[in-house]
T-cell receptor
Framework: AQSVTQPDIHITVSEGASLELRCNYSYGATPYLFWYVQSPGQGLQLLLKYFSGDTLVQGIKGFEAEFKRSQSSFNLRKPSVHWSDAAEYFCAGANFGNEKLTFGTGTRLTIIP | SAVISQKPSRDICQRGTSLTIQCQVDSQVTMMFWYRQQPGQSLTLIATANQGSEATYESGFVIDKFPISRPNLTFSTLTVSNMSPEDSSIYLC???????????FGPGTRLTVT
């Protein structure tokens, strides 16, 4: 079955430190992959997306993600986190031609001073 | 990207009653989606709503419980019927964006059923 897995439920990072959030996918062909962020009490905001081409994609707020077919991964990274990055992060995927997104279970990011 | 608003932003409802949630988009869109996010959980797709056709429901969701209207290309409603405490969730609408499978989300409606 097609799925997206986020192995980390909760991650704590010091402000200014680097961040990597993991996402693994299970799709037959190259999927469309997305990272969304949900701040407390807010809807979801699209951070970045991968359809094809360059495997390193840049997003908003200084985030980037790398698509690695060999590892079935699409990990989200940021070189230096800010306190405002504290939020819930969701990885999502879809098959080519399928409008429906499948979401991972989310990773809650806590930033400590 | 589209700007999406939802009403109400939150509500507290009595068991057995119904609540209609509105989703308004600032541009015409073909596909709209309704999701449920239970406390501490991820998003689960309830249904896909295309203008001019009946909504398509996902497994585990039925029209009698979650009737959806899609009267035009900028508006949709989701009704949560005969509510129980298990319906306490955030309900989000989204629209298909410009890219492949890309979706933009509204701010959500936080529903508490007592």
């Amino acid at each position: 079955a097609q799925s997206v897995t986020q192995p980390d439920i909760h991650i704590t990072v010091s402000e200014g430190a680097s961040l990597e959030l993991r996402c693994n996918y299970s799709y037959g062909a190259t999927p469309y992959l997305f990272w969304y962020v949900q701040s407390p009490g807010q809807g979801l905001q699209l951070l970045l997306k991968y359809f094809s081409g360059d495997t390193l994609v840049q997003g908003i707020k200084g985030f980037e993600a790398e698509f690695k077919r060999s590892q079935s991964s699409f990990n989200l990274r940021k070189p230096s986190v800010h306190w405002s990055d504290a939020a819930e992060y969701f990885c999502a995927g879809a098959n080519f031609g399928n409008e429906k997104l499948t979401f991972g279970t989310g990773t809650r990011l806590t930033i400590i001073p | 990207s589209a700007v999406i608003s939802q009403k109400p932003s939150r509500d507290i409802c009595q068991r057995g009653t119904s609540l209609t949630i509105q989703c308004q988009v600032d541009s015409q869109v073909t596909m709209m989606f309704w999701y449920r996010q239970q406390p501490g959980q991820s998003l689960t797709l309830i249904a896909t709503a295309n203008q001019g056709s009946e909504a398509t429901y996902e497994s585990g969701f039925v029209i009698d419980k979650f009737p959806i209207s899609r009267p035009n290309l900028t508006f949709s409603t989701l009704t949560v019927s005969n509510m129980s405490p298990e319906d306490s969730s955030i309900y989000l609408c989204s629209v298909r964006g410009g890219g492949f499978s890309e979706q933009y989300f509204g701010p959500g409606t936080r529903l508490t059923v007592t």
